[in-house]
């Protein structure tokens, strides 16, 4: 099944009012078996590119997931990527910095954690959260140490906004392949994931006093989003706002994304050259004897 993901891609230079993007779809799927057969497929797909991804060895896809809390991050990174090789798939999750973290740029930290050619990285939350919970909490950036902090704090995400779109291309440039992906949760739909979190005491572990005060912020959270997705989405390392109240189509967005992504490169195995072609029957001679 082919599922057509180019209107939930952000054009470069697009203005974003998250209200006007859907949270809600109808199903990607006619049941849940249907679902699971689709995503099979999908899976699949990957498996194979993955494998071809590494042995090529010339590209890399970063993928980064964004959302609100309760959006399904954690749930489409485990169906989406279930059948990749670990050796070729690495997801790292960045919390509160560090005192070694916060003495670099904003940048340093996941810099590090960049897959290497070959590999598929996932952000789940990444850099960006530097223009979201810092934005929705300026006094953050009284503990960042950083030089001449103007008292319009607007300049800080706008300088920042540049930074982020200056890297992504420096990366696109050197062979990685940046996707970025938000979620998009409706307030009520959190709602009911959260009161879930309560009531199901496998899922008690999940929820924290901090969700509530950080759902009271939903319109600052919003805005921030919004102007995020304006200012960073290119041509080379765009954004997805992919409708997340159904969270099994959201995984089915998502899976379609990155198949795309991988299916653009120009990639191939590694051509077998009359020199290796006489090493390989060397080898086959000695294996027969």
């Known amino acids: 099944m082919k599922i057509k993901t180019k209107d939930l891609r952000v054009r470069a230079g697009e203005s974003v009012d998250l209200k006007k993007w859907a949270t809600g779809v109808s199903a990607l799927y006619s049941s849940k078996e249907n679902y699971a057969e689709i995503l099979r497929e999908h899976v699949s797909k990957l498996s194979a ?8 060895n010339r590209y890399s896809v970063l993928l980064i997931l964004q959302a609100m809390d309760a959006a399904g991050k954690d749930g489409a990174i485990k169906h989406v990527m279930s059948g990749i090789n670990p050796i070729g798939c690495q997801v790292f999750s960045f919390g509160r910095p560090s005192t070694e973290e916060l003495d670099h740029d ?19 939350r990444s850099y960006y959260e530097e223009v979201l919970v810092v934005r929705v909490h300026p006094e953050i950036l009284a503990g960042q140490l950083l030089p001449d902090l103007p008292e319009d704090t607007e300049q800080v995400w706008q300088d920042r906004y540049r930074s982020m779109n200056d890297f992504e291309a420096h990366q696109h440039r050197n062979g990685m392949r940046v ?4 979620l998009h949760v409706s307030k009520e739909e959190q709602r009911k994931r959260l009161l879930e979190r309560i009531d199901n005491p496998h899922k008690n572990w999940k929820f924290q006093s901090g969700d509530i005060k950080e759902r009271d912020l939903w ?9 995020c ?3 960073t989405s290119s ?6 706002v992919v ?12 899976s379609q994304i990155v198949l795309e992504t991988l299916e653009d490169l120009n990639m191939g195995y590694p051509e077998t050259t009359p020199e290796r072609r006489q090493e390989l029957e ?8």
């Open 282 to 289: 060397a080898m086959r001679k000695m294996l027969e004897v």
């Open 235 to 240: 041509k080379t390392a765009p954004w997805y």
């Open 219 to 227: 319109k600052q959270y919003r805005a921030a989003y919004e102007d």
């Open 179 to 182: 996707v970025k992906i938000f």
């Open 229 to 231: 997705l304006s200012a």
């Open 106 to 124: 904003f940048l340093w930290r996941t810099y590090r954690c960049l897959p290497e050619r070959g590999r598929i990285g996932i952000f789940n």
């Open 49 to 56: 590119l993955q494998e071809l991804l590494y042995a090529h």
């Open 243 to 254: 409708p997340a109240d159904d969270k099994l189509s959201a995984r089915l967005f998502v």
